[in-house]
């Protein structure tokens, strides 16, 4: 069995999109078709993925016909750990791999994920725009007991879940990144274990982290499901970040908010209100690194990957 595949990555954060090669899933909806690869696929999630084929950083994006007829493709996002609803480096990727192939031109394009459709919008200068779901802020201020330091922050969505910490802020250059992930799990454990979750339940499963930046408007280190920190200033954690800034007032509608990320790139951010929504839209650059075809030997004792 074959696989094939291209990866790029978004401001260090790497992306591996599935071309062609994986079995049709099942479903009227991306959700549904989400449903079915977690559960009736999930080795072919680890192969991909994991060693000796890939790494436990990489993102996957499985491209699918749209359920949604306004939409031009469908794409299913999943990681070390399990399936995502959304990821904004990978959108950014999917589109700019599409353009490598030839498969898309500058202008725009619509995609299906299993939390709605994306909007995204390819630059003649191969920066890429993605209007993103609608984000909004559950709870603010909420205060985290259970580890060394007493944490205050919001809880908000922007395609995932996240706990954004306000207080305290952070210096990273006097941290390393083996502190910063150690911190931002315990953290992640304790806010399940204090029964922190969405409204309907759902796992809190990102951190955010801020500090002040000498070349955007903030700096952030974010903590994805699976232990492995974003690369990336994370487009569906700029996303909570700004839904959370324009609710307290402070970015205004169609202002231009800068995130740098924990290596130093930057995306460039603002929010739209439609009928009380807020839609962040993400600015970000691709970078195509490799054309593969994963190659499922049945003789290999571990084709379907080792270490997830």
Request: glycine share 12%; aromatic share 10%.
């Amino acid at each position: 069995m074959r696989i094939k595949t291209i990866d790029s990555h978004t401001g260090g954060e790497p992306t591996r999109v599935v071309l062609d090669g994986f079995p049709e899933l099942k479903g009227a909806t991306l959700a549904e078709k989400r449903y079915d690869f977690e559960n009736n696929f999930d080795r072919f999630r680890k192969g991909i993925l994991a060693e000796p084929r890939g790494s436990e950083i990489l993102v996957g994006a499985l491209l699918t016909e749209p359920c949604d007829p306004t939409c031009d493709f469908g794409v299913v996002f999943f990681n070390n750990v399990g399936m995502l609803g959304m990821c904004g480096h990978g959108t950014i990727g999917v589109v700019e791999s599409l353009h490598h192939l030839g498969r898309i031109g500058v202008g725009k394009v619509n995609l299906d994920t299993p939390v709605g459709k994306v909007s995204t919008k390819l630059f003649e200068d191969g920066r890429v725009a993605v209007q993103n779901v609608p984000s909004y802020r559950y709870l603010a201020d909420v205060s985290l007991e259970g580890t060394a330091h007493k944490f205050v922050g919001d809880i908000a969505f922007g395609g995932n879940w996240f706990f954004l910490i306000k207080s305290p802020t952070f210096q990273f250059g006097q941290m390393s990144k083996s502190e910063l992930s150690e911190l931002t799990i315990k953290i992640m454990q304790e806010l399940e274990k204090q029964c922190f979750f969405g409204p309907c339940g759902e796992k809190i499963d990102h951190v955010e982290l801020f500090d002040k930046s000498e070349i955007a408007d903030s700096k952030n280190f974010v903590m994805c499901p699976g232990g492995q920190y974003d690369r990336s200033p994370c487009g569906t954690g700029t996303s909570a970040k700004l839904a959370c800034l324009y609710e307290d007032g402070k970015l205004k509608e169609g202002e231009i908010w800068r995130q740098e990320s924990i290596t130093g790139s930057i995306f460039e951010g603002y929010v739209t209100v439609v009928d009380g929504k807020i839609l962040p839209t993400i600015i970000g650059r691709a970078h195509v690194v490799a054309l593969s075809e994963l190659i499922f030997n049945e003789e290999d004792p571990l084709r379907w990957g080792a270490g997830l």
